[in-house]
């Protein structure tokens, strides 16, 4: 799989708008473009990797198929901010931080409606989750509806995801905290394992679940919201990879975790690859291509395990 | 007979009702099978709940081979205890054997991946428990009783000296219940394990339990050996409903014979 994601990363570092040959690209004048690209690479692993160790810790920990990163809030927290932000004119460059801190506030208003009496109830947190994304979502369509700012509709790309970053610096710090976070979670890859037979099976199992289950969330609600205020939304991805993951490998997240990364970043630069080549020098939202291209795979590979029972 | 957890004023229960249990104290001895039985309500499962650290007392305290389980750190007492709980839902593909390695958790380090000792271990146990064949299986493809054997094996996984079980035979029929209850004596023979689990059913915990503890309303109205606690009027005082009591003629433990329409007083 090494050798594939190696493979992949080549690929996307020779595709582009500009057609170069390798021997060209390595030479000097051109070492701008290599790093722009470059650059896309360490964004697309991030993403992917990012978005797919979330999207199975919370599938585990709230014993829920269905559940994804933005689950926590955190994709329409940060688009909520971002928007207000260009409605009311704020410069672009503030962008990345406002909608981080809308994401973060988001998710901290989706934790607090789930708390009881100290407990995190997984219903609790789904359900409170779902309507405050709701909730922050009406408001956002009714500020850009209103809003006489022509600003607002360059932030589309960011509604579909775009794996553009425009700031070196902020990119590599994103990645940084991504890539500790999922170190962090994959301490707790044994407790996870537990954790998937139920949370009282857990505690018969030496595992403190609500201290495991608040620094899990804290985790992945630091990894989302750093990921969606660089890059948007970028659906799918964290939904379907780990499910793929799943059904290859089995439910050990031992395997699962360090697997997945790599899959999920494969994943990525390919889709990455596609939007920028399917349309000429224009460029598709990567989060379209990573739907259409996640559901059929993830067909094939759900009737093909059918099949095998 | 030596002690090997002790239950000494222990109070406690939910966040809303926090009296369910209102101080009991019994002991449970090494090598013993021990039964809770009581009726619907009356704190059973509650009391096996903060046996097993799932609850907290609100008073009293606990002890597991003569020391205090709170001092002691909960991966401890998940080595030496295992739980096997009313239902276990799973919504991943689990194999069986996957489950049953997962009961080696309290044993393994952060980051550790299962030794061969531990493989071998969750081999055993499925050997134990009679499943060696269901071990590619998904635990989704299995039968009831086929389930409750695995769900015993990953318990069994864990090594413990004391084995805690709510209602073990629940949903089974009669033929898989006598299968469960049988593989727990020949644990508890062969193995000498010790027993604690909360029965519904009076004659199974008649016929397996050395021991039972009666609850009523969160106390403790009977405890002694099957004998001295299924009499007709310990049963007709807690259940409120009339019944008679025989004796097994097989086994010579005590039989609980249901009287149909007759409530208790009329």
């Excluded at chain 2, 695995?150 to 864990?158: E, G, P, S, T, Y």
Aim: charged share 15%.
């Amino acid at each position: 799989m090494f050798a594939v994601l190696l493979l992949v990363i080549g690929a996307a570092l020779l595709n582009g708008p500009a057609r170069i040959p390798l021997r060209e690209l390595l030479l000097q004048e051109n070492r701008q473009i290599l790093n722009l690209r470059l650059l896309r690479v360490l964004a697309a692993i991030s993403v992917g990797s990012g978005l797919t160790v979330c999207g199975m810790v919370l599938q585990a920990i709230l014993r829920n198929s269905l559940a994804e990163p933005y689950l926590l809030g955190t994709s329409s927290g940060a688009g909520l901010a971002a928007v207000i932000a260009v409605s009311i004119g704020v410069s672009g460059l503030y962008l990345p931080f406002l909608a981080f801190f809308g994401a973060i506030i988001s998710i901290i208003i989706v934790y607090c409606l789930a708390r009881e009496q100290g407990r995190v109830r997984p219903e609790s947190l789904i359900l409170s989750g779902v309507v405050v994304s709701i909730a922050f979502h009406a408001i956002m369509v009714f500020v850009v509806s209103i809003s006489k700012n022509e600003a607002i509709y360059g932030l589309a790309w960011w509604l579909w995801g775009s794996l553009q970053v425009l700031d070196p610096g902020l990119l590599f710090s994103v990645s940084f905290v991504v890539f500790s976070g999922v170190c962090l979670i994959y301490l707790f890859a044994q407790d996870l394992n537990a954790i998937s037979l139920g949370e009282e099976e857990a505690v018969h199992l030496g595992v403190r679940i609500e201290t495991v289950k608040k620094i899990l969330i804290a985790l992945v609600a630091l990894i989302t919201s750093c990921l969606v205020s660089i890059c948007g939304i970028i659906g799918f991805v964290g939904l379907i990879v780990p499910h793929m993951m799943r059904l290859s490998l089995g439910s050990n997240h031992k395997v699962l975790i360090p697997i997945g990364c790599l899959a999920a970043s494969i994943f990525m630069i390919t889709c990455d690859i596609i939007s920028r080549s399917v349309a000429g020098p224009l460029e598709v939202p990567i989060g379209i291509i990573t739907a259409l291209i996640g559901a059929p795979l993830f067909f094939i590979l759900f009737k093909r395990q059918q099949k095998a029972r | 007979m030596e002690t090997l957890f002790e239950v000494e004023n222990l109070r406690g229960g939910y966040h809303r009702r926090k009296d369910v249990i209102k101080g009991v104290s019994f002991k449970i001895y090494k090598q013993d099978i021990l039964g809770i039985i009581g009726p619907n309500g009356s704190g059973k499962t509650t009391l096996l709940r903060l046996m097993t650290r799932l609850l907290n007392p609100q008073a009293g305290s606990l002890r597991l081979e003569g020391e205090d389980i709170r001092c002691m750190g909960l991966l401890e007492f998940c080595r030496k205890t295992a739980c096997v709980g009313q239902d276990m839902s799973i919504n991943f593909p689990f194999t069986v054997f996957e489950v049953v390695l997962i009961g080696r958790t309290p044993h393994l380090k952060r980051l550790q991946f299962e030794t061969k000792k531990d493989l071998a271990i969750a081999r055993d146990c499925l050997s134990m428990t009679d499943t060696s064949g269901l071990s590619g299986k998904y635990l989704d493809e299995l039968s009831a009783g086929e389930r409750q054997r695995v769900i015993i094996a990953k318990a069994l996984a864990q090594e413990p000296v004391l084995l805690f079980l709510d209602e073990p035979t629940s949903h089974l029929d009669i033929t898989h219940q006598i299968q469960i209850l049988d593989l727990l004596k020949k644990l508890n023979r062969d193995n000498g394990l010790t027993i604690a689990m909360v029965l519904h059913d009076l004659n199974l915990a008649s016929e397996y339990c050395n021991r039972l503890v009666l609850i009523n309303e969160g106390s403790i109205f009977k405890e002694g050996a099957p004998e001295e606690v299924l009499t007709y009027q310990n049963i007709e005082a807690v259940y409120k409903t009339v019944v008679v009591v025989e004796k097994n003629p097989i086994s010579n433990k005590p039989y609980v014979i249901l009287v149909s329409g007759r409530k208790h007083g009329n």
